[in-house]
């Protein structure tokens, strides 16, 4: 049986059609909120509100997209809301810095010195992405962070393919700025 075939039978209220595409798209959907609040705990509860409201709305895919594209727009707005709702109420729990849950780094034999300071390099440059705007935030983790094509993104953005490519330069842009500006970094 296809994905598309199993998602007709979820959208017909087969539990377990629904179960196989949750047991298919969980890790991405963990993935993809983790890349954007950089904590377990945020990503595992906005995973599974992004889950809920895939299976509510279910009946509202109607195969325009791939279903991984709009499974990575529900994500990415949850993740948004939770953000939104969460600066609103002054609750910090949402981080882009988190030390129980530190991103992994790839290492090549580095000597522990290097492996600190490459470990310090990217916490540092995750926060400075926290500081992008929502728009241009999004799109860099979707392209540098999640790997996704401009096709891709444009789906999970509903927009065009150019105006994914001049916000990840602008996006890319501001960042380098903020490096610059804060001494992070040097021309």
Not at 98 to 114: F, G, R, V
Not at 117 to 146: A, F, H, P
Request: proline share 1%; net charge neutral; charged share 30%.
């Amino acid at each position: 049986m296809n994905e598309k075939e199993i998602i007709i039978k979820a959208q017909n209220g087969d539990v377990n059609a629904f179960e196989m595409l949750v047991e298919k798209h969980q890790n991405n959907i963990y993935k993809t909120a983790f890349s954007m609040v950089q904590n377990h705990h945020d990503a595992t509860d906005i995973a599974q509100i992004a889950l809920i409201k895939v299976y509510h709305n279910l009946s509202k895919f109607n195969f325009k997209s791939s279903f991984s594209t709009w499974l990575y727009r529900i994500t990415v707005n949850s993740c948004l809301d939770e953000i939104r709702k969460r600066k609103r109420t002054n609750d910090s729990t949402i981080t882009i810095n988190d030390e129980e849950n530190p991103l992994e780094i790839e290492s090549d034999m580095l000597t522990p010195e290097a492996s600190y300071e490459k470990k310090e390099l990217k916490k540092l440059v995750w926060q400075k992405i926290g500081l992008l705007s929502d728009k241009y935030k999004k799109v860099i983790i979707l392209r540098d962070i999640n790997g996704l094509s401009y096709e891709e993104i444009a789906d999970v953005e509903n927009c065009s393919v150019g105006t994914v490519k001049s916000r990840i330069n602008r996006a890319r842009q501001s960042l380098k700025e903020i490096l610059l500006k804060d001494g992070t970094f040097s021309l």
